[in-house]
């Protein structure tokens, strides 16, 4: 079983910065892939950044790219979401999700266990 905590949302304006980080526990860190999603009111939840178990390969959806990083800390158990440039469409609910068995997944249904979620909101 794998506990996730997400923290670090919250409001900030167009253009804006935030760091989302997730803990991860109950089981080692450098076993699971790991992933950021987000859904926003009414919407299905959207993929928006990956990495591999070791950290050494990240993807990003499109609206992620050149904006979200992705990174983690194997020595601190700590999975982290850097935002910059951030968009009014940016705005909903972020969850991390991890996975076991897999070199890195990208689709919700691929991912075993999911923190309860935080939220984020850019204002125009």
């Known amino acids: 079983q794998v506990q996730l905590v997400e923290s670090g949302g919250g409001l900030v304006q167009a253009g804006g910065s935030l760091r989302l980080s997730c803990e991860v526990s109950g089981r080692a860190f450098s076993t699971v892939a790991l992933g950021w999603f987000r859904q926003a009111p009414g919407k299905e939840r959207d993929y928006v950044a990956a990495i591999t178990r070791g950290g050494g390969t990240q993807y990003y959806s499109e609206s992620a790219k050149g904006r979200f990083t992705v990174s983690r800390d194997n020595t601190k158990n700590i999975l982290y979401l850097q935002m910059n440039n951030l968009k009014p469409e940016d705005t909903a609910v972020y969850y991390c999700?991890?996975?076991?068995?897999?070199?890195?997944?990208?689709?919700?249904?691929?991912?075993?266990?999911w923190g309860q979620g935080t939220q984020v909101t850019v204002s125009s």
């Open positions: 999700a991890a996975v076991t068995g897999r070199f890195i997944a990208t689709k919700p249904e691929d991912y075993d266990y």
